[in-house]
């Protein structure tokens, strides 16, 4: 790669889920050792900006992408594709692809050596979703995964070599909010909402949220004091049906959980560090980026037994594999939670900085071998 290194990563929302956080926080550690990198997105719906402040030395391209009523999943999803393939415009070194939207629209775009990282591996019944979560793993050039076991499902699954550049995450930020000068912010947390274990990421069928309900309502039996409270789930898909399936079963079970939404970037440390445990019972993952961020407060992490999470969390966190598992789990947490294993989750966030993810980055992209329309 040219001395001279200009860098497009590409995501494909603006909206804070782990790959659109990953993108950022890459962007400007690449930034912070001289390159030259634009970071190009969809505007949703009129969004113009990124849910965070992006450093300025990283330029950001936000392409609109008008909300159409009735349009279905699939039809989006091929506008997204063709709206951004046709707005990608600039020489770069390396294109970046986060995603199977921004991987299909640069190969839209006419775009070759593309790189893609592949967060983790969805199954999609979606037609038009299937299609483009294939293509976006078979048509890249080279692929960067945030984990082996993710690595592993490339090789055996369609035979891909990947280089495994595992996520950062602002330890030092979730620390600062479970620190004196964060005292207030948990403090107006606590008061709203008393007690909590803490789920990030909304309400949908990756992130377990069934079996975290049927598990709540077992907890509740020892401990009716404590909330469950959920956050974030901005996505481009659609899982109202999900939704209405949780929301069934919650009233079922006799429980209301408190589902904030989406929480503005600047408060969500201090209700990451408020919680009495982090609940991550995901059923596929890449990484678990909001349990890293719960490590780095000093939360206890109960997670899924799932072979990525066994790979990132071992010793900083507690496996839970059904309901009544995660029930106990976060029991423990609530009732005597592990010295240890908090200071081994702390330890650990301090080591995945997003300065050396940046560095083995630039490695890979020197490796990669000239020429291509970029």
């Known amino acids: 790669m040219p001395t001279a290194e200009r860098v497009a990563l590409l995501t494909y929302s603006t909206n804070p889920r782990g790959g659109v956080v990953h993108t950022l926080a890459l962007a400007e550690a690449l930034a912070d050792r001289g390159v030259d990198v634009t970071v190009w997105s969809l505007g949703r719906g009129g969004d113009s900006a990124f849910f965070r402040p992006v450093d300025p030395r990283v330029a950001v391209r936000l392409v609109p992408l008008p909300e159409i009523d009735g349009e279905s999943v ?27 939207i921004t991987a299909n629209a640069a190969a839209a775009a006419g775009r070759t050596g593309v790189v893609r990282t592949v967060h983790h591996i969805d199954h999609f019944t979606t037609p038009e979703l299937a299609r483009c979560h294939e293509r976006a793993i078979r048509e890249p050039s080279a692929h960067v995964t945030v984990s082996a076991a993710v690595a592993a499902e490339l090789r055996a699954g369609w035979g891909i070599t990947a280089t495994v ?10 620390a600062a909010a479970a620190g004196p000068a964060g005292a207030s912010g948990r403090a107006a947390w606590s008061a709203r909402l008393g007690r909590y274990v803490l789920a990030v990421g909304g309400i949908e069928p990756r992130k377990g949220s069934l079996a975290l309900l049927e598990a709540y309502a077992l907890l509740r039996r020892e401990h009716p004091d404590v909330a469950l409270v959920v956050a974030g789930g901005e996505t481009v898909f659609d899982h109202r049906a999900y939704r209405a399936e949780w929301e069934a079963r919650a009233a079922a079970l006799g429980v209301a959980p408190v589902v904030l939404g989406p929480v503005d970037d600047a408060l969500l440390p201090a209700l990451v560090a408020a919680a009495s445990a982090f609940a991550f019972p995901s059923t596929k993952e890449g990484f678990g980026l909001a349990a890293m961020e ?37 029991g423990r947490a609530l009732t005597a939670p ?37």
Do not use: K, M
């Open 165 to 174: 550049i595992g996520n950062g995450v602002d330890a030092a930020r979730f």
């Open 294 to 330: 719960a490590l780095a407060a000093g939360v206890p992490l109960v997670v899924s037994d799932l072979p990525v999470l066994r790979e990132t969390f071992t010793g900083a966190a507690e496996f839970a594999a059904d309901p009544p598992a995660l029930a106990a789990a976060l």
């Open 74 to 100: 699939g039809e989006r999803v091929v506008r997204s594709i063709a709206v951004l393939g046709a707005a990608l415009e600039g020489t770069y070194d390396v294109v970046h692809a986060q995603d199977c």
């Open 338 to 374: 592990d010295p240890a294993r908090r200071a081994a989750g702390r330890a650990l966030a301090a080591r995945c900085t997003w300065s050396g993810a940046a560095d083995r980055h630039l490695d890979f992209y020197r490796s990669l071998p000239p020429g291509g329309h970029r």
